[in-house]
């Protein structure tokens, strides 16, 4: 703890503006690479900061200064819909510069292509660089070479911090809480970064998690993630608070893993005749891309209990945050002016 307080200047929905302190004292964020890199006093400071910048979304005139003049790099070296789109909009609705730099398809081979694309990016002064890649542990690579902010937006197999982050923050919107919320995530958990970092991110601020997933598709040494294991679907929905779906990710598969995509749409997948054993409360949550009729009908996707959809958008506020915290934190610049 630096012990030290942000104060930040900000505009409530009506205009006028004030002065909050909801992330004051925690440890000032460097970069965002890992959630195990995270305390519970940062992820809480992301998650208010989030709250207050998502008005700014309900704005007609949706942009505020605080990051003018600062230049963000989107480097997207593997596919991305919605993470690609928020990180772009994000930095936009802060007033930086964006430049979206896809290196997909490059033949140089990827440690050297990766050195090489930091040292462009520093000799063209950068101030913080947004990295998606295929290769777990990219990241930190590029740290080595770049002494600037960096936002993990997944890498490999290994993390995918921002999309626990907006996850955490539609749990919190909705359930109110996070401590002490049963949260189920089923599907293809060994392939799947976004199940590493749920995880450790809801398990870090007090959640209980409990998995479940055909055997072939739950990571060696799943006992060491220190969470419950079920294998039966039916018998867990009943106690959760939130089902959590992950995709089946067919391009990570290299053998078969499941015997057919219809078997394990009826083994594994949900439907409606299973959303009718969760408690009326409940909500369903999936990252996207969706593959409707395998891990999730469309009737499910499409109902009201499940929140994908405002998950894409709390993911633009909650990468706002993300952004301000680690280009703007620890100084007065303006939130919401
Ligand atoms: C996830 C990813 O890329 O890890 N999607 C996302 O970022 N919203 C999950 C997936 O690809 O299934």
Known sequence: ?????????????????????????HRPLRDLISVEDLDVEQVTAILDTAERLAEIAARPIKKVPTLRGRTVCNLFMEDSTRTRISFDIAAKRLSADVINF?????????????????????????????????????????????????????????????QALLDLYTMRRHLGRLEGLKVGICGDILHSRVARSEVQALKLMGAEVVLVAPPTLLPPKVESWGVEVAHDVDAFLPDLDVLYLLRVQRERMHRAFVPSMREYAR??????????????????????????????????????RAVITEQVANGTAVRMACLYLLLAGGTDAEVGA
């Open 1 to 25: 703890m630096s012990g030290t307080t942000n104060t930040t200047n900000t505009t409530n929905t009506t205009g006028t503006t004030g002065t909050t302190t909801a992330t004051a004292g």
């Open 102 to 162: 896809s290196a997909k398809g490059s033949s140089v081979s990827k440690g050297e292509s990766l050195k090489d694309t930091a040292l462009t990016l520093k000799a063209l002064g950068v101030d913080a660089v947004v990295v998606r890649s295929a290769s777990s542990g990219a990241p930190i690579q590029l740290k080595r070479y770049l002494d600037v902010p960096i936002l993990n937006a997944g890498d490999g197999w290994h993390q995918h911090p921002t």
């Open 267 to 304: 083994v594994w997948g949900i439907g409606s005749d299973r959303l009718a054993r969760l408690k009326p409360e409940a909500i369903v949550m999936h990252p996207g891309p969706m593959n409707r009729g395998i891990e999730i009908t469309g009737d499910v996707a499409d109902s009201d």
